[in-house]
């Protein structure tokens, strides 16, 4: 791997990096999570960067990108997350429905959602869970059964993030008569249809980042649902892949919070216990390591390969480095680490919010012990 940027990758770099110093708001932004009117805020966010272009850089020009490749992206995301820009109220969308919508879908399908979605006009919630089926996917019971033109949908998902605030979700029914895998797909529905009611589930912090969906009689037309009938579990799979291995948590992410845990214990290296800065030196080689295997896994796919089943190790890689990252920097603070960021030491990150919502990382995305399955089945071909 050619570690070098080239010249026309670093003027990328300083094109982004002179944008974001001139947009990026002074001020957090109230969490998207926390109110309608955060959630706003982080919409109103995603426009300011439709309008220089930057809502997702690598989807072509015509779908509302930049039509840049994967590394571009990745510097992309190392300047956003230096500049301390807002989280992407429209993840779900951009990271992981986006690519499998630009993959699966057609040229219409593509012209109608991926414009509305890049600039933050549509911003979308993932319904696949359900009380019965979470991270065994195959279990989805949820319906759609065909009716002219149209589906009708009934079912009841749960724990499908931003769904609170959201205006539409993609979700995996199943054909009534249907077993496992078989006889899934996957379809879109405005979250303020007829016959859908939308539950908030409040996280330990207050805010709603989850909801349950009951669909009743749900009427969508058929150019909602994405690839053919029945190729649901492929398609899912797909996602999936985007959204453990690749796009969903990128390195820059990881990297910088490694690199305030490493100011973290230069605050505190005094009182703290010597033996935590081995823990310091171990989340940023992590860092460092995610990143790079990225890299190989974005010039891997620029070179025409897929994502294929190790995405699972990313997954399981990127979940347990964020808990070590955070269990390290409240080992550090100790009993301090139970304030906020209004805390004496001034310290500009909430590590104990992070390392609560590190804790769900190895469950969501498909749980750490079905990754480990995937790992041994598909990667090592060991049996059953």
């Not at 995603?46 to 039509?67: A, F, H, I, N, Q």
Request: glycine share 8%.
């Amino acid at each position: 791997m050619d570690l070098t940027y080239t010249p026309e990758q670093q003027a990328f770099r300083a094109e982004v990096r002179a944008w974001l110093e001139a947009h990026v708001p002074t001020a957090p932004l109230e969490h998207y999570d926390a109110t309608r009117e955060g959630f706003e805020a982080h919409r109103a966010w995603e426009k300011t960067l439709k309008s220089g272009d930057w809502g997702m850089v690598t989807w072509p020009v015509e779908y509302g990108g930049r039509g840049l490749d994967l590394i571009q992206w990745l510097i992309f995301e190392e300047e956003y997350y230096r500049a301390g820009a807002p989280g992407r109220v429209n993840q779900n969308g951009i990271f992981l429905l986006g690519p499998t919508l630009i993959e699966y879908g057609t040229h219409a399908q593509k012209q109608r959602f991926l414009p509305p979605m890049a600039s933050g006009e549509e911003i979308w919630a993932q319904a696949w869970s359900e009380p019965q089926a979470g991270s065994d996917l195959a279990g989805v019971r949820a319906t759609c059964v065909a009716d002219g033109d149209d589906y009708i949908l009934n079912g009841h998902k749960i724990w499908s993030s931003r769904a609170v605030f959201a205006d539409w979700a993609f979700g995996l029914f199943r054909t009534p008569g249907t077993e496992r895998h078989k006889g899934m797909s996957l379809i879109f529905f405005p979250l303020d249809a007829p016959g859908v009611t939308v539950n908030a589930i409040k996280k330990i912090n207050g805010h709603v980042g989850f909801a349950e969906i009951f669909l009743e009689n749900v009427r969508v037309p058929a150019f909602n649902r994405l690839g053919d009938e029945g190729q649901g579990w492929h398609i899912c799979m797909a996602t999936a892949g985007f959204e453990r291995g690749l796009m969903l948590r990128s390195p820059a992410r990881y990297q910088v919070a490694a690199a305030k845990l490493a100011a973290l214990w230069q605050a505190h290296k005094e009182t703290a216990d010597p033996a935590l800065e081995a823990d310091v030196v171990r989340a940023h080689m992590n860092a460092e390591a995610y990143a790079l295997n990225i890299y190989q896994t974005a010039s891997r796919l620029m070179a025409g390969a897929k994502i294929g089943p190790e995405a699972s190790t990313n997954k399981i890689f990127w979940s347990e480095l964020d808990i070590h990252l955070t269990q390290t920097a409240l080992s550090i603070l100790g009993p301090v680490a139970e304030l906020t960021q209004d805390a004496p030491d001034a310290n500009p990150v909430d590590w104990i919010d992070d390392h609560i919502f590190a804790l769900a990382g190895p469950i969501y995305a498909g749980s750490n012990e079905i990754q480990r399955n995937i790992i041994a089945e598909r990667m090592l071909g060991l049996p059953r």
